[in-house]
């Protein structure tokens, strides 16, 4: 499965909130730890806060459930605009 950028730092920065063991991230952090802008960053976040993955709590973020219960497909299908997979090419050199 091929991933925009947008899947990835998505996925990126789910991960960083689930690191927090249930405390508030806020968002500039996240956009610090990934050398992403604030903006671009703010665009994703609104994606999987509308998709209930995320809550906002005063400046930050939460999981709006326990991190085992959000799998990967539920960000990427949030976060894509289609989702499918391709085959993998093994012989590929990059």
Do not use: F, W
């Not at 991933?3 to 909130?17: E, K």
């Not at 249930?22 to 665009?43: C, F, G, R, T, W």
């Amino acid at each position: 499965m091929k991933l925009s950028t947008r899947s990835r730092y998505g996925l990126r920065a789910m991960i960083d909130i689930a690191m927090q063991d249930n405390q508030p991230v806020l968002l500039k952090d996240i956009a610090n730890l990934e050398h992403l802008s604030m903006k671009y960053l703010d665009h994703i976040m609104g994606g999987l806060k509308r998709a209930g993955l995320i809550r906002r709590v005063n400046e930050g973020y939460l999981l709006s459930r326990e991190p085992d219960k959000i799998t990967a497909y539920d960000i990427i299908s949030v976060l894509e605009s289609s989702v499918k997979s391709v085959d993998c090419d093994m012989n590929r050199s990059d």
